[in-house]
């Protein structure tokens, strides 16, 4: 069976200077598309599978005191829940030594910072992010300014990177918090690092995962319908429950269509 | 946010002391244990290999996907921008990927 690679070779490199694959018609394209599409679905399958198995992982207790700076002076591990259950801590490279310093933080580091997804709906679901670096707090309310950062970024003190696997590399621990005891639940590092930064990709690394009842998780998780929790960013403090109105969308959206054109309709723009 | 606690929680006089949600997960849900630090890092090995494994299989999708067929489109197609109509050339913003590929190889 013929290769990529050679396959590409029947097609002559065009004025691009690449073996562009051939123009089709949109019939053509979409059955492609189709058949690609197949195989994307079964990627996300895979991909939730390995979140159940995140979410049967064994325990780490973690007994050490340990302590960082944050911005509001020195802190526990446990303080950096910020009251949550959850809690997700990002290595990233800022301190003396490291390309870029003081100005920068590293690149790749830097990268991961910016595609991070606003916090709100992660927060929502009990979880927290922080990043952590050894760098002082002077240096880290510089460069969140200085970058357009808002995420709890504090201060290693002693061996937390050491001995959770980031003392020479960047990586993501998960911990959970029952009370004031605090369990290591899961680590991720190098490729598994790129895919962080959306609300979805942080959830299914915790061991409560997206807490919505499609999931299969360990008996008694509370779960909660996908869509309902759904808020925007500025809106989930106001809103403590879920709007009737978007719980209605989301349960019958021709139905609530349907109505939305009926009351419009009647010149009613309450509905 | 609570774990659902089930109905077999005994009444508070039967309770000697509070069991924490740790206690329920572990006591009546089987699931997660709480184990030592080499029993951690072997589960954690044993789920990098399938970690790892999806991640190829997303290389391999990404891919295909560059070598799925295209479809030629209007270039003139308008689009309303902030600053008034624009084409969809336009919302390129840049000139050729190439050049910048090239100067960068």
Redesign the interface.
Known sequence: MAT?KE??KEHGKGH???N???????Q??EA??LQ?LA??KA?TR??DA?AA?????????VDKKYEFDGAKGNVSLLDLFEGR?QLIIYRAFFEPGVFGWPEHACRGCSLGADQVAHLAHLNSR?TTLAYASRAPQADIARLKARMGWEMPWYTITDSFDVDFGVGQWHGHNVFFR??E?V??????NN??DEAMGTTWSYLDIT?LGR?ETWEDS?????QTAPYKWWNWHDNYHAETSPDPKWVDIITDPEGAASRRRDAEAKGCSCA | MQLRMSATTPPKACVAKERTVTDFVRDELGAPKIVDRSTFEAKLDALRVREKAHTREGDAIAAARRRLPMVEVDSATSLIGERGAVTLLDAFEQGDIMDTLRGLA
């Open positions: 990529s396959r590409d691009l200077g690449m562009t694959p051939p123009i089709v018609s949109q053509e394209w492609a598309r690609l195989k994307e990627l895979s991909r390995l198995e995140r979410r049967r992982m064994p325990w780490l207790a259950r009990d029952d009370g005891r369990f290591r639940t899961y680590f991720i490729r598994g061991p807490q360990p008996e008694g998780y509370l």
